[in-house]
């Protein structure tokens, strides 16, 4: 079947410092992968993604590699600003297209 | 653009009350969903709608009816609310289907006591 793992939370971190976010799947075929950003009192807003092997999806800093011989694809960012608090969701859509599977979700503070 | 608005943002509802969370979107998308989020879970779906006049089952469907009311419009509703039901309820909608990007509204959460 499909799933999504996600390290647990919650991250702290000092401004500046390097995140990385943990995210393996399982999944028959070839998804498409998906980092999602949750800010305080929002919906969910699409982050980054990487529909194949070795795609890179990049966006506000952050990046994320679709590594199919490790089934991963953690979020990275070098240097984190209190403004990238958040719950950060990492997701699958199978290749079927019909439904989305997402992680349970990182919560990140970063403090000043 | 006021994107994917949601109505209510909170609500209280007692054991085997009803109620309908309303949704719209103003960007002319053919796609729309409900989405519940528990606590230590991820998002889970509830039913979607791929272009208006039809409606499908997701993950976790029982207890739920929708209405895709017109292309913008798309309420889930609660015949008799369970404690089980107590979540935060998202609404989305993308262009069309799942490869599309999806854009979310603020959330309505709801306690059944």
């Known amino acids: 079947g499909n799933s999504v793992t996600q390290m647990e939370g919650p991250v702290t971190l000092s401004e500046e410092a390097f995140l990385t976010i943990n995210c393996t799947y399982t999944?028959?075929?070839?998804?498409?992968l998906f980092w999602y950003v949750q800010y305080p009192g929002e919906g969910l807003q699409l982050l980054l993604k990487?529909?194949?092997?070795?795609d890179k999806g990049s966006n506000k800093g952050f990046e994320a590699t679709y590594r199919k011989e490790t089934t991963s694809f953690h979020l990275e960012k070098g240097s984190v600003q209190v403004s990238d608090s958040a719950v950060y969701f990492c997701?699958?859509?199978?290749?079927?297209?019909?439904?989305?599977?997402f992680g349970t979700g990182t919560s990140l503070t970063v403090i000043p | 653009n006021a994107g994917v608005t949601q109505t209510p943002k909170f609500q209280v509802l007692k054991t085997g009350q009803s109620m309908t969370l309303q949704c719209a979107q103003d960007?002319?998308?053919?796609?729309m969903y409900w989405y519940r989020q528990d606590p230590g879970m991820g998002l889970r779906l509830i039913y979607y709608?791929?272009?208006?006049?039809?409606?499908d089952k997701g993950e976790v469907p029982n207890g739920y009816n929708v209405s895709r009311l017109n292309k913008r419009e798309f309420s889930l509703r609660l015949e008799s609310a369970a404690p089980s039901q107590t979540s935060v309820y998202f609404c989305?909608?993308?262009?069309?289907?799942?490869?599309?990007?999806?854009?979310f509204g603020p959330g309505t959460r709801l306690t059944v006591t």
């Open positions: 989305a909608s993308s262009e069309g289907g799942f490869f599309y990007e999806q854009y």
């Open positions: 999944a028959t075929g070839y998804p498409s």
């Open positions: 990487a529909t194949k092997a070795d």
């Open positions: 997701a699958l859509l199978p290749n079927t297209g019909n439904q989305f599977y």
């Open positions: 960007m002319n998308h053919n796609s």
């Open positions: 709608s791929a272009s208006e006049g039809t409606t």
